[in-house]
């Protein structure tokens, strides 16, 4: 009877010390989750201001309304564009890569339900992250896999379209934070009508961007018209139409 007693109190013991152990692992795996969202922050924020170098001169600062003016002047040709229509490309330009992050997105995380925290940049450590079991460390293979030939099956079909993912993931990011996205995305007006006709955007672009930028933002246009085509949506889709979280 003593020997049960014994082996019933080491056994309790042993579960005692599993569950504390298991409940500092997943602290543990929280706090370094933190860390290295961290990180990746600090290491946006270094490439964004890297980028504003190449794109803005060093010492000119954020444009105002006046100093759209300058920018709105065609390079070839010379002539003057109207600075509210610049603004308004610029803001659709930001929309256009919102909506390209969203679809890479959604297109490899189809289990999720909310993609906040999911950024393009760094799908491969998210991947990871998503197939670990925060408490036992277990890796799910099945879906890691499914996970990863999703990523590399779309990273093959855009860089067709010469898309760089070392290169257009922070691009996209640089510009939804420069020029932000459009305010009336579910509004059924005759601009976002024409913002759905490629070859409407693509002029306007060509039009109205720095000439610095514009092949990288046709680039991640002719992306969204690729996705446009596979899943059969318009170019900017509504925040329902996708994943609840966008």
């Given at each position: 009877?003593?020997?049960?007693?014994?082996?019933?109190?080491?056994?309790?013991a042993?579960?005692?010390?599993?569950?504390?152990?298991?409940?500092e692992?997943a602290?543990?795996?929280?706090?370094?989750?933190?860390?290295?969202?961290n990180?990746?922050?600090?290491?946006?924020?270094?490439?964004h201001?890297?980028?504003?170098?190449?794109?803005?001169?060093?010492?000119?600062h954020?444009?105002?309304?006046?100093?759209?003016?300058?920018?709105?002047?065609?390079?070839?040709?010379?002539?003057?564009?109207?600075?509210?229509?610049?603004?308004?490309?610029?803001?659709?330009?930001?929309?256009?890569?919102?909506?390209?992050?969203?679809?890479?997105?959604?297109?490899?995380?189809?289990?999720?339900?909310?993609?906040?925290?999911?950024?393009?940049?760094?799908?491969?450590?998210?991947i990871i992250?998503?197939?670990?079991?925060?408490?036992?460390?277990?890796?799910?293979?099945?879906?890691?896999?499914?996970?990863?030939?999703?990523?590399?099956?779309?990273?093959?079909?855009?860089?067709k379209?010469?898309?760089?993912?070392?290169v257009?993931p922070?691009?996209?990011?640089?510009?939804v934070?420069?020029?932000?996205?459009?305010?009336?995305?579910?509004?059924?007006?005759?601009?976002?009508?024409?913002?759905?006709d490629?070859?409407?955007?693509?002029?306007?672009?060509t039009?109205?961007?720095s000439s610095?930028?514009?092949?990288?933002?046709?680039?991640?246009?002719?992306?969204?018209?690729?996705?446009?085509?596979?899943?059969?949506?318009?170019?900017?889709?509504?925040?329902?139409?996708?994943?609840?979280?966008?």
């Open positions: 009877m003593e020997n049960t007693n014994t082996y019933s109190c080491d056994e309790e042993f579960n005692m010390e599993s569950s504390r152990l298991l409940a692992n602290q543990l795996r929280k706090m370094m989750g933190l860390m290295q969202e990180v990746e922050l600090r290491c946006v924020l270094k490439d201001e890297r980028k504003a170098q190449i794109i803005t001169p060093p010492g000119q954020k444009k105002d309304h006046n100093d759209l003016k300058e920018e709105a002047k065609m390079v070839n040709s010379g002539t003057q564009i109207d600075p509210e229509k610049v603004k308004k490309c610029q803001r659709i330009v930001g929309e256009i890569a919102f909506q390209l992050d969203r679809r890479i997105l959604c297109a490899i995380f189809l289990e999720q339900q909310r993609l906040y925290g999911y950024r393009v940049p760094y799908i491969k450590e998210k992250e998503v197939t670990t079991s925060p408490t036992t460390g277990k890796v799910d293979e099945k879906l890691r896999s499914e996970l990863y030939q999703r990523y590399n099956h779309i990273m093959d079909e855009l860089r379209l010469g898309y760089n993912p070392a257009h922070h691009f996209t990011e640089y510009m934070n420069t020029y932000g996205i459009t305010k009336d995305r579910n509004a059924r007006t005759k601009d976002l009508s024409s913002y759905n490629p070859q409407y955007l693509n002029k306007m672009i039009e109205c961007m610095d930028i514009v092949k990288d933002i046709i680039i991640i246009l002719n992306c969204l018209v690729y996705f446009a085509r596979e899943d059969g949506k318009s170019l900017l889709i509504s925040p329902s139409s996708s994943h609840s979280s966008v």
